[in-house]
């Protein structure tokens, strides 16, 4: 859909996604196919797709988990670079 999008079309998106990674029953991390929405490439095109003053809200995850904040960091920052 957002690499699709026509640019500047969107007052408002809102990214309501599943985790981008889960764990197997040894505890190891794994990628969702979820994750290419969180990924520099899929945020610009989000951005491209927003009209000038646009806006996105972006749900991240849950802070519960001291995995989560860094994750949320991380994404803000591929947002700043956009």
């Known amino acids: 859909f957002a690499r699709n999008a026509p640019k500047g079309y969107y007052d408002v ?33 989000l951005y491209q797709a927003l009209s000038s003053d646009g806006v996105l809200n972006f749900q991240t995850d849950t802070y519960n988990l001291p ?9 803000r920052e591929k947002l700043l670079e956009i």
Not at 24 to 43: C, I, M, Q, R, W
Not at 67 to 75: G, P, T, V
């Open 67 to 75: 995995h989560d904040l860094e994750d949320a960091k991380e994404w």
């Open 13 to 45: 998106i809102i990214q309501d996604s599943s985790d981008p990674f889960g764990w197997d029953e040894d505890g190891n991390e794994f990628e969702l196919p979820s994750a290419v929405l969180y990924t520099k490439e899929h945020l610009e095109n």
